[in-house]
């Protein structure tokens, strides 16, 4: 199992960027599709991106909400997968979390956290106005 830290979340501008990392201190992360998420006080949480595992093709999947702004990555040496933000927009404030999809290599559609694990701590992101 994937033992995740998520960093890299501070106080931001708006119209700013950030890169948050999802760093795994076990040794399976590349083998799984990774997500992230964010959850606001109030709201449920949602999925923003994900990647597939380092021996899939490369294929990422956003929110609608995201689209065009956020950016998945992964590094497979340093077991990080990458969440780069910019234009950044004080609706994006939020806890952001990392976790693994044990399901397969393949990412799913982002409207269900439904076998993803692994979840990491968080960090918080404040955009201001």
């Known amino acids: 199992q994937a033992q995740l830290v998520e960093s890299g979340g501070e106080l931001v501008q708006g119209g700013g960027s950030l890169r948050l990392s999802c760093t795994d201190y076990g040794f399976t992360i590349n083998l799984y599709a990774t997500g992230w998420f964010r959850q606001a006080p109030g709201k449920e949480r949602e999925g923003v991106g994900c990647?597939?595992?380092?021996?899939?093709?490369?294929?990422?999947v956003y929110a609608d909400s995201v689209q065009g702004r956020f950016t998945v990555s992964r590094d497979v040496a340093k077991k990080t997968v990458y969440l780069q933000m910019s234009s950044l927009k004080p609706e994006d404030t939020a806890v952001y979390y990392c976790?693994?999809?044990?399901?397969?290599?393949?990412?799913?559609?982002?409207?269900?956290?439904?076998?993803?694990?692994?979840w990491g701590q968080g960090t918080q992101v404040t955009v201001s106005s």
């Open positions: 976790a693994t999809y044990y399901a397969g290599r393949q990412c799913p559609d982002l409207k269900s956290d439904l076998d993803f694990g692994s």
């Open positions: 990647i597939s595992s380092s021996d899939g093709d490369g294929t990422t």
